[in-house]
C-alpha cells in the first residue's frame, strides 16, 4: 500500500523507529566491541542483528512495502503490517538465543524455545491474516498457548542452568529473564485491543506501543545483556552434579 494513507503518527514513528533501531545496532557493536571472551563474541553477534534486522523491517513498513491490506468478512478493510511479523519471526528467536545461552541451556532446550518462538509469530500472523473475526482470535489463543509454554521454559527450565554457573550469573540471568517476560507480555495484551483486534486504541498509539516495546525489548535488553555478560567470569560450571549437566536429567 502507499504510506500516504497512514496517518502521521504512524507513518513517523515507523520512521523514527527504524532510524531508532539502526542507532540501536550501532550502539550494541560499539558496546560489544569491549567483550574479548568468545561467549562475549557470540552475544554481541546475536544482539547487534536483532535491532539490524529490526531497522529494515521498519523501513519497509515506514515505505508502505512491509503492509499489506485485507478485507474482513463484515465488508471493513484490514491493515496487516506483516513486516512486524517477518521482523518478530527472526529477531525473536534471536532474543530467546541470547537468553538461553546466558543461562548456558543445552540445545534440546534452545531447540524447543526456539521452535515455540517461530510457531507463536506464524501463528500469531495467521491471527492478523484472518478475515472472520472469530479465526483472528482462535488463531489468537493458539498463538497465545505456546507463549505460555515459552513462560513456562524460561521460568522453570533455564534457571536451572543459570544456577548450575554460580549465583552471580543466577542472579543477572533472574533479571534479564523478569525484564523479557515482562516486555513480551504486553505484546499479545496490544495486538487484542489495538486495531488488529478490538479497536479500542487507535492505529497511531498502537504503532507507538510496538515501537517504544520493540525499541526496549531489542536495545535495551540487548545492552543490559551485554553489560551482564562483560561484568561476569565466563561460564563455568561450579558444580559437576548441579542441575543440567547429567544427561539423564
Ligand atoms: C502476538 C499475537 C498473537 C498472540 C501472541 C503474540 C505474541 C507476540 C510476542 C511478540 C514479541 C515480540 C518482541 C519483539 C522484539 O522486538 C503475535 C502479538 C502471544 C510475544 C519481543
Known amino acids: 500500500m502507499s504510506p500516504d494513507q497512514f496517518d502521521a503518527l504512524t507513518y513517523w514513528t515507523l520512521w523514527i523507529t527504524a532510524a531508532a533501531m539502526g542507532v540501536g545496532a550501532v550502539v550494541l557493536y560499539v558496546k560489544g566491541r569491549d567483550i574479548s571472551t568468545e561467549e562475549g563474541r557470540e552475544h554481541a553477534v546475536v544482539s547487534i542483528f536483532i535491532p539490524a534486522i529490526a531497522a529494515t523491517m521498519y523501513l519497509a513498513m515506514a515505505l508502505g512495502f512491509g503492509v499489506s491490506r485485507i478485507t474482513l ?27 538461553a545461552l546466558f543461562a548456558g541451556a543445552d540445545r ?7 521452535g515455540l518462538d517461530v510457531f507463536m509469530i506464524v501463528t500469531g500472523f495467521f491471527a492478523a491474516s484472518s478475515a472472520q473475526p472469530a479465526n483472528r482470535y ?6 497465545s498457548g505456546a507463549f505460555v509454554v ?23 540471568f533472574g533479571n534479564l529473564r523478569n525484564l523479557l517476560a515482562v516486555l513480551w507480555f504486553a505484546y499479545p495484551l496490544l495486538w487484542v485491543v489495538g486495531t488488529e483486534g478490538a479497536s479500542v486504541v487507535p492505529l497511531g498509539i498502537e504503532t507507538v506501543g510496538y515501537a517504544v516495546l520493540d525499541i526496549t525489548a531489542k536495545v535495551v535488553f540487548g545492552y543490559a545483556l551485554l ?3 562483560a561484568s561476569l567470569a565466563p561460564r563455568r560450571r561450579e558444580t559437576e552434579t548441579g542441575a543440567g549437566v547429567t544427561a539423564d536429567d
Open 73 to 99: 468478512a463484515g465488508g471493513q478493510e484490514q491493515l496487516v503490517f506483516w513486516g512486524r511479523y517477518a521482523d518478530w519471526a527472526v529477531t525473536t528467536p534471536l532474543l530467546l538465543l541470547d537468553l
Open 108 to 114: 534440546e532446550t534452545i531447540g524447543t524455545l526456539l
Open 138 to 143: 482462535l488463531w489468537w489463543a493458539v498463538s
Open 150 to 172: 515459552i513462560l513456562y521454559v524460561i521460568f522453570a527450565k533455564l534457571p536451572t542452568f543459570a544456577n548450575s554457573y554460580g549465583t552471580d550469573r543466577a542472579s543477572s
Open 227 to 229: 553489560s551482564s555478560v
